[in-house]
């Protein structure tokens, strides 16, 4: 789920956040899980297993919401980040902050990182489309457009990513319903830009750099799903290593296109550090623990109450302005999202899978 603002990586979705885990695991937006293998219960694990995994489950609704709030308050962090540094200096941080979190916990695991030179190279490519360029485009967008309008965007990505899955994806054929979804949510998207006013008050190359990170999520989940879905590696360790690359990449480019800062006001750089510490790296964590508990389609949820949250911060803590249009196209963005990953019910009861989660 960047999706989603969250914080795509590797492991993240397959089919939005702005905000991300290991090829076998699919996320929306930002950050936002779309697809995740869920973990089945060892046969081995004895009769008590199961009261474990009740006890376990009973603090999602609380992490569930934590995760909502953290993505959707990451359009907040990055709008007050900019108020201090170069958007290319806070999308460093947050990589570099993500990365941090989550090579920690490598090495409190003690995993290890991927050694092969293929995958590393793969996971390069997925940390330019799922982080690099996505976070770098939210950053540079939000210097001209309020923090509600880019998380809007980025709800988008789910009908990028059913947009591109049918031409790249072969065994991703489109059905009605999803096309409908299309439809509908393009519709949504020119309701929040007030089309029928040519776009007045609308800054377009912000919006369009918000909506193009939001089309980088797909095209690097089906890069990621394409060349890295078999890898033998762990989330942990493919994320991780992808955020360091991501890091590595930024910590190049940089230098070359901004001046070191002068100074580093607390507020900005508290909001950095909240990016990619809690936006980012642990965030990705909350949201690999949540689909291995409550499975792929409730923990996808997620990806719904972002718009909303990102747009109540930046009324609330930014004092945006917010016209009736921005609230009533963003509805309509999650509503053909909702049905581009919608599935047609099936006609007859499936036999139940022994030890399968529930989703």
């Not at 936002?32 to 293998?37: F, L």
């Not at 800054?203 to 909506?211: K, Q, R, S, V």
């Not at 991780?240 to 190049?252: I, N």
């Not at 792929?296 to 719904?304: D, E, I, L, N, S």
């Amino acid at each position: 789920m960047s999706t989603t603002t969250g914080a795509p990586t590797a492991a993240a979705p397959s089919a939005n956040p702005a905000n991300s885990p290991s090829p076998r695991t699919a996320t929306t937006a930002g950050p936002k899980i779309v697809g995740t293998t869920t973990p089945a219960t060892p046969a081995s694990a004895g009769p008590g297993s199961g009261t474990a995994r009740r006890g376990r489950a009973l603090g999602w609704p609380i992490r569930f919401a934590a995760l909502c709030l953290v993505w959707g308050f990451s359009f907040l962090f990055i709008k007050v980040g900019t108020h201090g540094f170069a958007p290319l200096q806070v999308t460093l941080g947050r990589v570099a902050f993500g990365a941090l979190v989550l090579l920690t916990m490598l090495v409190i695991k003690r995993e290890r990182l991927p050694r092969s030179a293929r995958t590393w190279g793969h996971l390069a490519v997925a940390a330019f489309l799922l982080n690099a360029l996505p976070f770098s485009l939210f950053a540079y967008s939000e210097l001209t457009i309020p923090s509600t309008l880019a998380g809007i965007c980025n709800a988008t990505s789910p009908l990028w990513g059913m947009a591109l899955s049918v031409v790249a994806l072969s065994e991703d054929r489109p059905t009605r319903r999803r096309v409908a979804g299309l439809g509908i949510g393009f519709l949504g998207v020119l309701t929040v830009l007030g089309a029928w006013q040519g776009f007045a008050g609308t800054d377009l190359a912000g919006t369009a750099m918000a909506l193009g990170a939001s089309l980088s999520y797909p095209i690097g989940w089906i890069y990621v799903r394409r060349t890295l879905a078999g890898a033998p590696h762990s989330h942990l360790s493919m994320s991780g290593t992808q955020l360091l690359l991501a890091t590595v990449q930024l910590a190049v480019v940089t230098p070359l296109f901004t001046t070191a800062p002068t100074s580093y006001p607390l507020v900005p750089l508290l909001a950095v550090f909240a990016l990619g510490a809690l936006g980012t790296g642990f965030a990705f964590l909350l949201q690999y623990g949540l689909v291995a508990e409550i499975g792929p389609t409730t923990a996808q949820m997620v990806t719904y109450f972002i718009p909303v949250i990102a747009t109540a911060a930046g009324v609330a803590v930014l004092d945006e302005q917010l016209s009736w249009n921005t609230p009533v196209g963003a509805l309509i963005v999650l509503a053909g999202a909702a049905l581009t990953q919608s599935k047609p019910r099936s006609t007859g009861p499936s036999p139940a899978r022994p030890g399968a989660a529930t989703d």
